[in-house]
Structures are given as structure tokens and as C-alpha cells.
């Protein structure tokens, strides 16, 4: 009995003198600090280096390409009703710009392409508008408000039925970021070869937060369950928050990484 | 038993706090663990049975499509075929047609048909690669043996055309960087009749073995539903029943002029996705006799292109069926010689979804044989 309570006092000491949880709450302290750091840091460099890079980027390129973003900002801070009224004469322009340029193609446009585009585009006037309509492929850009609504029309209407690709890609001069889902078809052997490129853009933020500042999205993984991972990918590589995701943590970056979404633009590579 | 829970709110990256449970013992299988290559799976098992998997990648990850924004069209070929050395052509192939695509350029007849027999013969030498370390991780030591020396045929003929052995950076916008050698069709010919004589020896070895059998039938049971909601490709898609291959459902180069038959397997488990990528090998060498009679004999192997090509401004997507299933790659040009964005959608990426899905519920001996049979090449997930 003796040797049994000895035993016991003695641990009880233990706990006393190596609190396991005083240890942990020190830890994650050190751990949360040293992240700040980093973060200070990151954020530090950035705004003294690479920032003017970017800048200096902007004029050279991508004049046409501005027009879709100067639409959509306005629109989001403004109501719903509204939104159709003011957004078709605007939309009509860059639809007509880009077949002008092309008139020979116009008259080509593969039929098959064209009518499941039409289809969607049908569907949600104002909101949609035709990327492109290339033979097997095709691409709609979807204000992300509505990109839930246009997905689900997608999976119920047509025969798309997985995501081949998620691409993220950053666009620092338009302020925003570009979310673009490869869909294709396992089931219907006529749209074996179609690819569908459902695009979408969301804000961009100069010091990025990623999970906590306004670049969100709602994720695709309830229609398309394949875009699990690369919606992972992307939260990690841009910082894209993809919201009722139930399983936002990290993928390929290491579980501390404290700096910049590295494939977004003003992260830059090492000697280049 | 640990009563307290700290909040997972308060926890830094890189920690994690668990309750322990006197019945779940989890584990973490690599990513130093030959077993799983580099890639790092967090197996939660009762007993004997996996109840959760979680795959962690990651651990070779090299950052391709951000390096691939700073070089121009010609200097990313040899680091874009990095992720898969062993399949390095098949892994190349998509970005080459789009930068065709996107630079506006004919390649020349010949160099389709070379193109063709390249990748075919890379098929098959992945393939070995992989079902060497499928035999050795379910303890058939003589099909690590049998692949790996077989294998080497093939080596040495690409060697003969590609002047090395596996990192060919073969492929280039307008065809491909060297002609074949002058008796490259006798050799090629010969080796690949041989090397089909060969691989049919497998079955009898391997997959009419009844050891083999009783450990991989009904073992990671993916339906057809499933298979196509997770979006799965290659031969993963193809053991479920789905009749889903590029070269046949959307065919690029000469793969359309090509007698192609693809196989497809209905059962779904882990032996029918082990099967199909050794049928694959066959059929490759059916198309690899096919195109070696098409080639035309003399003509030009490559269009010449400008020093430092500019894409037009335009975004491409194109994608071909590699060793492993579709490798897609998404390139957006700005009218520059560098690409603006460079996506690789690689098939082992897509497939390890379903690696947790199929994990669970299996027994931790099957584990090996369920992983190795999607066919999943940890380098090219991570990029």
C-alpha cells in the first residue's frame, strides 16, 4: 500500500511541475508570435519590392480584358434588381468586340458548341456571358454570385458531370482573381470531347488574409464532388476561401507557411 | 486518458491536438515509407480495419507551374517533364499541342507519326516502372524483377532516338527535336515484338496467379457511379466500367488514322485496375506496329519556329490520354514569350480523391494493394 500511494504522490508532483498545458498554451504563444513575424515580414518586403513590379506591369497589356472587371465591381454593391437593368447594355459591347475582330470565324461557330452555350446563356441573361466558343471548347463567365445557381443548371440540364481542372489564376491590374472549372463528360459519348470552362472572378485584396478578407467563393464541391482537392489547391495557392467546403486546410504547402499565396503575381520567385 | 481538449481555433499551423481513443490508433504510413513513395497517408485504424485515411501530399512539391510563368515556351519544356521522368513524352505532350495552339504553328506528318510511336513506347516504359513496384509491395519479387529488366529494351531504344535514356525532353512546339535513326524501324519493330512476347508471359506469372488473386479481387471496390463522381480518369475510370480514352474519344496527331481499341474492365477493384494498364502495354504495341507502317519514310521532323515564340493572346486546354489517364494542361497567354499561367491537371492528382473513399473500410494488409493500383505517381501530383 505504501509503495502504491508513494507512487501516486509522486506523479500527481509530476503534473504539477511539467503542466502539459502550460507547456502547449507556451508553445502555441511562441508558435502564433513567430507566424506574425513572418507575417510582418512578408508583408514588409512586399510592399517595398514587388509591388512597384506589378505596377509597372499594368499599361503595357491586357486593355480589352479590363472591361469585364469594370462591370462587375459596381454591381456587387448594389442590389439584386437593379443589376439586370444596368448590366445588359454594358454587356453587349465586349460581346460584340470580340466576334468584330474575328469576323471570318463568326459565320464558323460550331453549331453543337453554340447551343448548349446558348442554353446557359439563355438561362441567365445578364449574368452570363460567352468567353469563347472554339470547337469542343467553350467557356461562360459567371459573376460569382450567381456561379452556384449556373453550376447547379449545369449538372440538371447538361450531361457535364465531373471537373477536369480547377486553374486559379491572379490578376494583380484588374484586382481580382480568376477561378476557371474544367467540366467534362464521362456519360454522354457526344460530349466526350467538350470541355465547358465555367469561369469566375473574385476580389483581390493587396495584403491577402487568406480565409478571413473578402476573396471568397461559394465551393462546387455539392454539384461536382471531383473538385475537392483543387479547390484545396487553390485556397492554399491564391487564397481563395471556398465557403461550405467542409476541409479547407493545406495540401502541397507546408503547415506553416506564414507568406504570400505563392502562385498569385506579386510572389516572386527567388533570382528572377 | 487526455481530458483536455485544447480549441482548435487557438492551435499554430502545424500541430495538431487529438483525443486519444482507447480503440482508434492512428498511423502514419511515410512519406519516408517505400510503401507509399512520397506521399504521406494518415491511416486511422480499429483493429485491423482502416476506419479514416487522410493522404497528406506535398513532400516533393516543386512549384512547375510557378516556374513555368517566368521561362519562355522553349525553356519550360525540360522542367515541365519533370514531375513524371518515367513518362516524360506522354507528360510533355499536352503542353506542346497547346503551345501550337497558341504560337499558330502546322507540324509535319512525320513528326506526328514519331510523336505517336514516342509516346506509346513511354507508356510502356511507366507502366513497367510501376508494376515493378506493384509486384515487390504485394511480395511477388520475380514481377520486380521481370518489368524492370524488360524495361530496359525499351530505355535503350528511346535512348536511340532521344539520345537519353529517361529525361528525353523530346517533344517540342512544331514536332520533335531529332529525326530517329536510319534503321530505327527494323530495331523498333523487332524490340517491340519481342517486348510483347515478353509482357504476355506476365499473366501467367502474375495475373492468373490465384495468390494475387485472392489478395487484390473484391479489394477497393470502386463502383461505376462513384468512379465518374470523383471524377476519376485512366485507368481508374477504365477498371470501373467507363469507356473513357483520349486517343480514341478525342484524338490528337496521327491517333485518329490509328486502328486504337481501348480496354475497359468491369468489376472495378483493385485487380482490375492493376489489369488494365498491363492490357494497355499490349494494345500499345499494336498501335506502335500500326504507325510504324503509316510513317511516312522521309519528310521533315519539325517546323522551324522563331527564336523566342510569342503566344497569341488566348487561353488553351488540351489534354491526351498518359500512362496514368488524362493529362490536361491549361496554358493562358498574354502575348508574351512567357506564359501569363500554366496549369498542369495531371491524372494522379485526380485520382488520389479516391484514394481515401476506397481506403476505408479495408484492412490495413490490403492497403499496398488498393494504393498502388490507382496508379498514382506522387511527384506529378505534387508538380
Redo the contacts between chains.
Keep these: 500500500m505504501s509503495k502504491s500511494e508513494k507512487k501516486v504522490t509522486s506523479k500527481d508532483e509530476d503534473k504539477k511541475k511539467f503542466d502539459?498545458?502550460a507547456i502547449?498554451d507556451a508553445?502555441?504563444a511562441a508558435?502564433?508570435a513567430r507566424?506574425e513575424e513572418l507575417a510582418k515580414e512578408a508583408l514588409a518586403t512586399r510592399s517595398n519590392k514587388t509591388l512597384p513590379k506589378v505596377v509597372k506591369e499594368k499599361p503595357k497589356?491586357?486593355k480589352p480584358k479590363e472591361s469585364k472587371p469594370k462591370e462587375e465591381k459596381p454591381k456587387e454593391s448594389k442590389p439584386k434588381e437593379e443589376k439586370p437593368k444596368e448590366s445588359k447594355p454594358k454587356e453587349e459591347k465586349p460581346k460584340a468586340a470580340p466576334p468584330s475582330k474575328t469576323d471570318t470565324e463568326e459565320v464558323s461557330l460550331p453549331e453543337f458548341e453554340k447551343s448548349f452555350v446558348d442554353k446557359i446563356s439563355s438561362q441567365f441573361t445578364g449574368d452570363v456571358e460567352v468567353g469563347y466558343i472554339k470547337e469542343?471548347?467553350t467557356r461562360v463567365n459567371v459573376k460569382k454570385e450567381k456561379i452556384l445557381e449556373v453550376a447547379q443548371f449545369i449538372k440538371d440540364n447538361l450531361p457535364f458531370?465531373?471537373?477536369?481542372?480547377v486553374?486559379g489564376?491572379?490578376f494583380p491590374e484588374d484586382k481580382e482573381i480568376g477561378v476557371?472549372y474544367?467540366l467534362g463528360s464521362?456519360?454522354d459519348?457526344t460530349y466526350?470531347?467538350q470541355?465547358l470552362?465555367l469561369a469566375t472572378r473574385v476580389p483581390r485584396e493587396e495584403n491577402p488574409n487568406p480565409g478571413n478578407d473578402s476573396t471568397k467563393l461559394p465551393s462546387l464541391r455539392d454539384m461536382?464532388?471531383?473538385?475537392?482537392?483543387?479547390e484545396r489547391e487553390i485556397f492554399e495557392m491564391l487564397g481563395v476561401y471556398f465557403e461550405s467546403h467542409p476541409d479547407n486546410r493545406?495540401?502541397?504547402?507546408?503547415?506553416?507557411?506564414?507568406d504570400l499565396p505563392?502562385?498569385r503575381k506579386d510572389?516572386r520567385?527567388k533570382g528572377? | 486518458m487526455a481530458e483536455?481538449v485544447?480549441p482548435t481555433k487557438?492551435?499554430?499551423?502545424?500541430?495538431q491536438?487529438e483525443n486519444v481513443d482507447d480503440r482508434i490508433m492512428t498511423l502514419n504510413v511515410g512519406p519516408q515509407h517505400p510503401g507509399s513513395g512520397h506521399l504521406r497517408i494518415i491511416v486511422k485504424i480499429d483493429g485491423d480495419y482502416i476506419v479514416d485515411a487522410d493522404p497528406d501530399?506535398?513532400y516533393v512539391?516543386r512549384?512547375e507551374?510557378?516556374?513555368a510563368e517566368?521561362r519562355n515556351y522553349i525553356t519550360n519544356i525540360p522542367h515541365l517533364e519533370r514531375p513524371v521522368i518515367h513518362d516524360s513524352c506522354n507528360i510533355l505532350y499536352p503542353y506542346v499541342l497547346g503551345v501550337e495552339d497558341l504560337v499558330g504553328i502546322e507540324v509535319p506528318e512525320r513528326a506526328k507519326y514519331v510523336r505517336v510511336i514516342a509516346a506509346e513506347l513511354n507508356r510502356c516504359i511507366y507502366i513497367q516502372y510501376w508494376l515493378a513496384i506493384y509486384g515487390i509491395f504485394l511480395g511477388h519479387s520475380t514481377m520486380f524483377m521481370w518489368p524492370a529488366g524488360d524495361r530496359e529494351l525499351l530505355i535503350d531504344l528511346m535512348e536511340k532516338i532521344t539520345g537519353a535514356r529517361v529525361t528525353h525532353a523530346y517533344f517540342i512546339p512544331g514536332g520533335v527535336r531529332n529525326d530517329v535513326p536510319a534503321n530505327f524501324e527494323d530495331v523498333c519493330l523487332r524490340q517491340v515484338n519481342y517486348f510483347e512476347k515478353r509482357i504476355k508471359e506476365y499473366a501467367d506469372i502474375f495475373y492468373d496467379n490465384p495468390i494475387l488473386k485472392a489478395r487484390t479481387e473484391d479489394t477497393g471496390v470502386l463502383s461505376r457511379e462513384d468512379a465518374?463522381?470523383?471524377?476519376?480518369t485512366g485507368s481508374v475510370?477504365r477498371a470501373s466500367g467507363?469507356d473513357?480514352d483520349l486517343r480514341i474519344?478525342?484524338p490528337y496527331d496521327v491517333y485518329d488514322e490509328l486502328d486504337v481499341h481501348t480496354n475497359v474492365l468491369k468489376s472495378g477493384d483493385s485487380y482490375a485496375r492493376s489489369k488494365i494498364p498491363w492490357l494497355d502495354m499490349l494494345e500499345s504495341c499494336n498501335i506502335i506496329r500500326q504507325a510504324l507502317e503509316k510513317m511516312p519514310k522521309s519528310g521533315s521532323i519539325r517546323t522551324k519556329l522563331k527564336p523566342n515564340p510569342k503566344g497569341r493572346?488566348d487561353e488553351?486546354?488540351r489534354?491526351v490520354e498518359s500512362g496514368r489517364g488524362?493529362a490536361?494542361c491549361?496554358i493562358?497567354s498574354?502575348?508574351?514569350p512567357e506564359p501569363?499561367?500554366l496549369?498542369l491537371?495531371v491524372s494522379s492528382?485526380?485520382n488520389?480523391?479516391a484514394l481515401p473513399y476506397l481506403l476505408k473500410g479495408e484492412k490495413l494488409g490490403n492497403m499496398p494493394a488498393v494504393y498502388w493500383s490507382l496508379n498514382y505517381w506522387p511527384v506529378e501530383a505534387?508538380?
Design positions: 502539459e498545458k502547449g508553445i502555441i508558435a502564433n507566424r497589356e491586357e469542343n471548347r458531370d465531373h471537373a477536369e481542372s486553374t489564376v491572379d476557371v474544367h464521362y456519360t459519348p466526350s470531347k470541355v470552362a461536382f464532388y471531383s473538385v475537392e482537392f483543387h493545406r495540401l502541397l504547402l507546408p503547415e506553416d507557411w506564414a505563392p502562385l510572389f520567385n528572377r | 483536455q485544447i487557438k492551435m499554430p499551423p502545424g500541430l491536438v501530399p506535398g512539391h512549384g507551374e510557378k516556374m517566368s465518374i463522381r470523383l471524377g476519376t475510370l467507363v473513357y474519344k478525342e493572346e488553351v486546354y489534354r488524362s490536361g491549361h493562358i498574354r502575348g508574351k501569363y499561367r496549369k491537371s492528382f485526380r488520389l480523391i505534387d508538380r
